[in-house]
């Protein structure tokens, strides 16, 4: 703009940007494909006048004015196109001309992501580093007092169970007469949580479930994936490869209609049914799948008109009560399979997470609980309901199985972690303490995307718009120009990398301690960590 | 010097110091004092805070525990014992306190038999439980009692109400521990200089050193060692 112009209030500079696009002229090559793949078309080809003065002391003729054209990129201002620091523009760029740069300073284009008064959406997580979790540390260690286990040569069994235990007593009283015994599914720990079909490319979701079942039948880990609330490919649900998916249920009841259809024709039970209340990225939201990733597929498969947003109510429409309602959704769908697969809800950590885990304690057919933590993901949400509500997941699964404890029933109600697990890249270390401090298993989501596919999301706002469509990987994106780029057999591969490597850093963690017989739940006495509050609240130790 | 006497005929001294000292003191070698079981341990407690209480063995209504090792998982273990309602579920200044709970829990709660104990602290895994002939009632007993399962090296001697002795070792059988002896006197030891010290004119060649499936038992008649292997068939309490 002119200086003598009027400003708009919105009228950015680029130093009021989240990410700065840096580029090189000299290396610049013009190839165009940095401007080609950039998901949010930021930048675009500069052509930029140069004047230069050339004064001389000698002839008149010597001195002048010379004006110069230069062709390179420059980047938008506009809140539309402000670059999401993806760094696509990087990975295309055959002579590492250009990278963006994160604003040190204070990014103002916040103030300005809600015109025609709409807030700012967008996919991803917190973006808040910080983790009460890695900050636990493992700290007995067994030495002298035992000899400390071999994590590459002894014999590990690190399963957990998902589903209703009864107390030894009445299992044993309902096995002498012949009464039923809830189903129990013995698994490995780390679980694919729900991200469905349509959030997730149809290329991300098969190298997804093509990696479970390597891992299953491979590699003999009994790794669960749950499906998200977005129903299963047909095919899926009638092959035998259903018993390694858990089938979501959530408030919108997307796929529903094809799944009790398919079950008449189900070869194989799946491996539980998970009842999404909430979600921990946007707890008391319901799931949303912004139109932009409606396509036919999608449509067919949800059973809706493609091309329209589909928000998922907040609540259950049937909901009522936690006592009738809740208790009623489980058992119908336990008696949908003949009370044959364990049926779980999923809430989001919330201080009143405990009021559902004490109701399910009374229900024999609730067959766990999986509490999602503020740091989950999500494909879609308002940016205020992920940034600011929520509950940490540390101290609402601690709570919830103290209290399981009080009641005696800790190995009867499963609890399930879920939300930032591996955040910053410490998966198993993280899984470990949740472990620790009561979980029977994690759920993670976001690591999978950034492991198995290369998702560049991070905690710092980078990239984030998995809500429209666009995910320059191909992960989240319904636009065949972009899941191409992402071969399902790759994601597989890697999905079995993740895995396999967890399992090794997991074993890597408890046979120090001396465990590895059973998978160490609630083993608190081995957890430390370096601030007195949070020891206090956590019932762990305080070190320093 | 702690002196308990919980049950009728079991009397239970911990004490301090070097255990031959402490005996002479005691004058345990009186004629007049007769015992069918005595448990020694010649230990303090090394996890956990010291505590005389803490010392082995430990005794619950007629059953008995002493241990050699260190048990990793007792911190779930307690929590489930101290979570059953059964009042008598209770110290813990031992880790290894636990043993004798688990004992009374899954013979007198449970109604198992001493062959069911180790599938309750060290459950068969996977591949081993789908051919065992009780197959399907072990993977219930696993998952129910899946807070009892012990972790770390142990070796677990105990005795039953009826004066049966019996000898565990932890799933990778990380302890030593021996069991000989002749008809009408049997010795359980973590060392085979404490057997040979106690009963030197034994049969040594008919000692049996349990491995990690096994569970010697001596019964109340102390006439043979017999050894339940954890992939036998089971007498059901159905």
Redesign the interface.
């Known amino acids: 703009m002119s200086s003598n112009r009027s400003l708009e209030p919105s009228a950015l500079s680029l130093n009021d940007l989240p990410w700065q696009v840096k580029f090189s002229n000299d290396r610049c090559t013009l190839c165009g494909q940095c401007t080609a793949v950039c998901p949010v078309k930021a930048i675009e080809l500069g052509v930029f006048r140069k004047r230069t003065l050339k004064p001389s002391i000698r002839r008149q003729a010597d001195q002048g004015v010379a004006q110069d054209v230069f062709y390179g990129i420059r980047q938008k201002t506009d809140v539309a196109h402000a670059c999401i620091g993806c760094a696509m523009c990087t990975l295309v760029c055959p002579n590492d001309a250009i990278h963006p740069e994160k604003n040190p300073g204070l990014d103002r284009m916040k103030f300005h992501i809600n015109q025609q008064g709409v807030p700012r959406r967008r996919g991803g997580r917190r973006n808040a580093a910080g983790s009460i979790l890695d900050r636990i540390k493992f700290t007995?260690i067994?030495m002298l007092?035992?000899?400390a286990?071999d994590a590459g040569r002894?014999?590990f069994?690190m399963?957990t169970?998902l589903g209703r235990?009864?107390?030894?007593?009445e299992?044993?009283k309902r096995?002498?007469e012949k009464g039923w015994?809830p189903p129990?599914r013995?698994i490995y720990p780390l679980i694919i949580g729900g991200m469905s079909f349509g959030a997730l490319s149809p290329t991300m979701w098969e190298g997804l479930q093509m990696g479970v079942a390597y891992l299953n039948e491979e590699m003999g880990m009994p790794v669960r994936m749950c499906t998200g609330e977005g129903g299963c490919p047909p095919r899926l649900l009638r092959s035998r490869f259903l018993k390694y998916v858990i089938l979501q249920i959530a408030s919108g009841y997307f796929g529903w209609d094809e799944i009790i259809h398919a079950i008449p024709h189900m070869k194989e039970d799946p491996c539980a049914i998970e009842i999404k209340y909430g979600q921990g990225a946007k707890p008391g939201d319901g799931g949303l799948l912004m139109w932009h990733k409606v396509n036919k597929l999608i449509a067919a498969i949800r059973g809706v008109p493609a091309g329209v947003s589909l928000p998922s109510p907040p609540t259950h429409q049937t909901q009522y009560s936690i006592e009738e309602s809740v208790a009623k959704m489980i058992l119908s769908m336990s008696m949908a399979w003949g009370f044959r697969v364990p049926v779980y809800p999923k809430i989001s950590a919330s201080s009143t997470s405990l009021a559902v885990l004490n109701n399910l304690t009374r229900n024999d057919y609730a067959s766990g609980l999986a509490i999602d933590g503020e740091d989950g993901g999500t494909g879609a949400a308002y940016t205020v309901s992920m940034d600011h509500m929520g509950h940490p997941i540390a101290s609402c699964i601690r709570d919830n199985y103290l209290n399981l404890?009080?009641?005696?029933?800790?190995?009867e109600i499963p609890i399930f972690a879920g939300g930032g697990i591996g955040k910053n890249g410490n998966l198993a270390a993280n899984a470990a303490a949740l472990i620790m401090l009561g979980a029977s298993g994690v759920q993670i989501g976001k690591y999978v995307m950034q492991a198995a596919a290369g998702c560049v999301g991070t905690e710092e706002d980078r990239c984030n718009v998995c809500n429209v469509g666009i995910c320059p990987k191909g992960i989240t994106s319904q636009d065949p120009r972009l899941y191409r780029r992402l071969d399902p057999e790759d994601v597989a591969e890697r999905v079995v990398d993740l895995f396999v490597s967890f399992d090794t850093e997991l074993k890597k963690i408890v046979a120090p301690?001396?465990?590895?017989?059973?998978l160490?739940?609630?083993?608190?006495?081995a957890l430390g960590i370096d601030d007195v509050a949070a020891a206090q609240r956590l019932s762990i130790k305080y070190v320093v | 010097m702690m002196v308990f006497s919980f049950w009728p005929d079991t009397i239970m001294i911990k004490e301090i110091g070097d255990p031959l000292l402490l005996a002479g003191y005691l004058g345990l070698d009186r004629k007049e004092l007769k015992a069918r079981i005595i448990m020694a341990q010649g230990r303090q407690n090394?996890?956990y805070a010291i505590d005389l209480y803490a010392c082995h063995p430990f005794f619950i209504k007629g059953y008995s525990t002493m241990t050699n090792?260190?048990n990793?998982?007792?911190?779930?273990i307690r929590?489930?014992l101290t979570?059953?309602?059964i009042a008598a579920y209770t110290g813990y200044q031992s880790d290894s306190e636990v043993f004798a709970h688990i004992l009374h829990?899954s013979l007198v709660?449970?109604?198992l038999g001493i062959d069911g104990y180790k599938h309750v602290i060290?459950p068969l895994?996977?591949r081993d439980l789908a051919v065992h002939h009780n197959a399907g009632?072990l993977s219930?007993?696993k998952?129910?009692?899946?807070?009892l399962?012990?972790?770390?090296?142990n070796c677990v001697i105990g005795t039953l109400p009826d004066h049966s002795l019996f000898m565990v070792q932890?799933?990778?059988k990380?302890r030593p521990g021996v069991v000989g002896g002749k008809p009408g006197l049997y010795g359980f030891s973590s060392e085979i200089c404490g057997l040979d010290a106690v009963i030197p004119d034994r049969d040594k060649s008919r000692d049996i050193q349990p491995m990690h499936l096994d569970t010697a038992i001596v019964g109340p008649d102390r006439q043979e060692v017999t050894i339940c292997r954890q992939t036998e068939a089971l007498n059901l309490?159905?």
Request: charge should be positive.
């Open positions: 007995r067994s007092t035992d000899p286990l002894h014999e069994e399963r169970l235990v009864l107390s030894p007593r299992n044993m096995l002498k015994i129990v013995e404890i009080k009641i005696g029933k800790q190995n301690l001396g465990r590895s017989t059973s160490p739940i609630g083993m608190s006495d | 090394t996890n090792g260190e990793t998982a007792f911190i779930p929590d489930f979570s059953r309602g829990y709660e449970l109604g060290t895994q996977e009632f219930h007993l998952r129910t009692c899946r807070s399962i012990i972790d770390g090296p932890d799933r990778k990380l309490p159905l």
